[in-house]
């Protein structure tokens, strides 16, 4: 499919959305803004846990043992 063609399918289907969520979505991929946003809360939460890990008083795991603990609780959830 060339640019034109593609560029024609993307803006009927784009014409056929209602969904203000996912308008906005497009709005923010085409601003190249990230559409990802917390509230207070959740921001004033992650600096705290990220703090805590700075300190090194957070638990935290590397990605092999993050894999096998995944790997348990699938084997756990098949019985």
Known sequence: M???????ELLERLAAVNDEA????????LDG???F???DAELNLV????EAYK????????????QRMLEE???K???
């Open 2 to 8: 060339d640019t034109r063609a593609l560029k024609l």
């Open 55 to 66: 300190r090194g008083e957070a638990k935290t795991y590397t990605w092999e043992e993050v």
């Open 77 to 79: 959830e098949q019985r």
């Open 33 to 35: 803004t990230d559409a």
């Open 47 to 50: 600096n705290e846990r990220f």
């Open 73 to 75: 609780n699938r084997r």
């Open 37 to 39: 946003e917390l509230s």
């Open 22 to 29: 996912k308008l906005v979505e497009v709005k923010h991929v």
